[in-house]
């Protein structure tokens, strides 16, 4: 049986629509590939981030995005939050709030 793929809100999803082609595409890619083999995929696609919390790793010739996502049971990938990285660091803040989702979405 395949993954299935969700997002916490319409907002997320619509996020994503809004990410540079090229990056955008590297997201689909990857999500398709955590679909069909389960969602560690590993580097450089996925990296865990600790606590059931993990990243896809998109890039694109515009830059890197990194959507944030946690599984449940049932073979379900929850993209929890999504950002396009302006420095090498994944600032502090992003990373809250997609580990608040996470508890949210597990509780």
């Known amino acids: 049986m395949a993954w299935q ?15 540079p082609a090229g990056i955008r595409a590297g997201f689909v890619r ?12 590993g580097m ?10 993990f990243e896809v790793r998109a890039k694109g010739r515009e830059g890197i995005g990194r959507a ?4 449940l049971v049932g073979e379900r990938i ?3 939050h999504a950002i396009i990285k302006k420095t090498d660091k994944t600032p502090a803040r992003e990373l809250a709030k997609a580990r608040a989702r996470q508890k949210e979405v597990q509780a």
């Open 44 to 53: 450089p696609h996925t990296r865990a981030m600790g606590a059931g919390l």
């Open 78 to 80: 929850v993209i929890l």
């Open 30 to 41: 990857i999500t398709e590939l955590m679909q069909t083999y389960g969602p560690d995929i």
């Open 68 to 71: 944030f996502y946690c599984t």
């Open 5 to 19: 793929l969700s997002y916490y809100n319409a907002k997320v999803a619509e996020q994503l629509e809004t990410w």
